[in-house]
């Protein structure tokens, strides 16, 4: 497979890309190449980063159990890494792609032969750039069929899509988020969102090339849907269909048929549509879900077409040249957020663990927007004149300038620091409605939470209402995690895991923390290594909502990290 990257307005940066799939019965090449290409969208024209001159980039599809290989070379004039989103690198967090984090991003001129190891992952996943805001336009879609002469444990559909959503900035996405860090303030919010690249028919310049979904009456359609949007959560639905849900973040789940969907940043779900209704054109559409108070973000509707193919043959009187849109909840409805996401239920047979029962490992952290205080001479647009931040524990992550997994293997000292709280360091009413001023600044700092390799961890995310309550969606790379429990409200160590689901909970990589809420998560930590988890919302992180689990080596040599690649690439 080959790729090369182009540049996104300003943006001289082009890789190539060589990937080849192997497994144990065959060997592939895929031939991909990213170069620069002029997009139009809401009547401009920009030169945007693309994989192969596609926006969305191209789908890579694999079995159960395959390693692909990836040889990046960066013939451009910035640095970029790639991340393949929800891989779990079995003892191999080398090419897991987060920039200072596991490797040093890859120099122009520079090359880097990735490798990725899927594993216990079956459905879909997707690959993005994971440095500064790249992966804007630089993301594609992980197709992961079950092994070879294995069938879906659902019924087999007569076709598959994917349904990729994303944001669209009229002016350079780098820009905007450079202008944000260099004036403290809230990034400019995208001008459109958009369903496999086009913002639809509501927006006149995309109207001849909306995406377009042809079927046939009677048909079942799997939708392979994933949100690779920045800074939004999104209700999704189909006028006149149900959706029905069979998988999460690559994990099979019981089957749930319901009229929308909410998916965060990061999400990935595997959707079933049965084209059972009259001949004719019908609407699937996209809008945000954003409960922050005075939060601003992108209030708009992406659409795109399902064509029944009998349509052209017969026309009901009812017809018309715009279909009429379908059912979504309000943009701020968190009750119909909350309950669809919990409404997700795992199957345990199909769980490469089960849920863990005995935890050896406890960890709550607030997830917080804070403030910083602006420097003196300097004129900042967060509020109150500040600089906006984020944090976990009240520890706003601060990114080294030399990646923590080279650090850790070779005991390089300065880079990090262990001792990552366990425990919020300051306890409050976390979620009432006014909250001491000298509680938005945090701690800057780079530190890392330490476990022993089989360590079953429990992981409480509690969300604050500090500056404005917002719902999270943390994903943890490395891992897919038993989601056992939610909440609204403070989280009681006593109350709350009464009312956990150990029995059916879903599998995922990345968790919606609800608005004032709270979300546990349970996983065994068995694959060494360093593993990035933080906000999949792209400002967060970028504010430094984020922190790093270092699994220890294990005692056999199925347990412990593997050797670098020769060709890391140099800081």
């Not at 497979?1 to 090449?29: A, D, N």
């Not at 092994?147 to 669209?168: L, T």
């Not at 639905?237 to 089957?255: E, F, M, N, Q, R």
């Not at 604050?464 to 939610?486: E, Q």
């Amino acid at each position: 497979m080959k790729m090369s990257f182009g540049k996104e307005v300003f943006l001289l940066i082009l890789c190539c890309f060589s990937l080849i799939c192997f497994s144990s019965s065959m060997r592939r090449h895929y031939k991909f190449v990213v170069e620069e290409a002029l997009y139009t969208r809401l009547c401009s024209t920009k030169s945007i980063l693309t994989v192969n001159g596609e926006f969305p980039g191209p789908t890579i599809r694999v079995h159960k159990g395959d390693t692909v290989y990836v040889n990046v070379h960066n013939k451009g004039k910035h640095n970029i890494t790639l991340h393949w989103h929800g891989v779990k690198q079995p003892r191999n967090p080398w090419t897991d792609g987060p920039q200072y984090i596991t490797q040093c991003p890859i120099q122009p001129g520079g090359k880097f032969r990735q490798k990725i190891i899927f594993s216990s992952e079956e459905g879909t996943l997707w690959w993005h750039a994971h440095s500064d805001w790249i992966r804007a336009t630089v993301h594609g879609a992980i197709i992961i069929y079950p092994r070879r002469h294995s069938n879906y444990p659902f019924p087999q559909p007569d076709a598959e899509v994917p349904i990729i959503f994303g944001e669209w900035w009229k002016n350079d996405v780098n820009k905007v988020y450079r202008e944000s860090v260099e004036t403290g303030g809230d990034p400019n919010v995208s001008d459109a969102i958009t369903i496999n690249g086009q913002p639809g028919d509501l927006y006149p310049c995309s109207k001849s090339e909306t995406f377009k979904l042809n079927v046939d009456q009677g048909n079942l359609y799997l939708l392979r849907i994933i949100n690779a949007a920045m800074n939004l959560i999104l209700f999704f639905s189909v006028s006149k269909h149900k959706l029905t849900v069979i998988g999460a973040d690559a994990a099979y789940t019981k089957p749930i048929t319901n009229d929308y969907i909410c998916i965060s940043p990061g999400q990935t779900m595997d959707v079933l549509l049965y084209a059972n209704q009259e001949p004719n054109d019908y609407y699937m559409a996209a809008r945000a879900y954003s409960s922050g108070f005075r939060v601003p973000f992108t209030n708009s509707t992406a659409t795109a077409r399902i064509q029944y193919s009998e349509n052209y043959y017969y026309t009901p009187p009812s017809t018309s040249s715009c279909p009429p849109l379908p059912y979504l909840p309000n943009y701020n409805d968190t009750r119909a957020a909350f309950n669809f996401i919990t409404s997700i239920r795992g199957l345990p047979h199909e769980n490469a663990h089960e849920v863990p029962k005995i935890i050896t490992t406890h960890i709550v952290t607030t997830v917080s927007v804070n403030t910083f205080p602006c420097p003196r001479g300097k004129s900042c647009m967060g509020p109150n004149g500040n600089i906006f931040a984020a944090s976990m524990n009240n520890i706003s992550f601060k990114t080294p300038s030399y990646d923590i997994l080279e650090a850790y293997y070779y005991h390089i000292h300065g880079v990090f620091r262990k001792g990552f709280p366990k425990f919020p360091p300051f306890v409050f009413n976390f979620i009432a409605d006014s909250l001491p001023v000298t509680l938005n600044t945090p701690k800057r700092g780079t530190k890392v939470v330490v476990v022993k390799y089989g360590a079953t961890v429990e992981v409480v995310f509690q969300g604050t209402n500090l500056l404005s309550g917002l719902d999270h969606p943390m994903h943890l790379h490395g891992f897919s995690f038993h989601v056992v429990g939610y909440g609204f409200g403070n989280f009681n160590k006593r109350k709350s895991p009464m009312y956990y689901n150990l029995i059916d909970p879903p599998l995922l990589n990345t968790v919606i923390v609800p608005k004032n809420g709270w979300a546990a998560i349970r996983f065994v930590a068995d694959n060494p290594g360093v593993w990035f988890m933080h906000c999949h919302l792209e400002r967060h992180l970028s504010w430094g909502m984020e922190t790093v689990f270092i699994v220890k080596n294990g005692k056999s040599s199925h347990a412990k990290l593997l050797p670098p690649p020769p060709d890391m690439p140099p800081c």
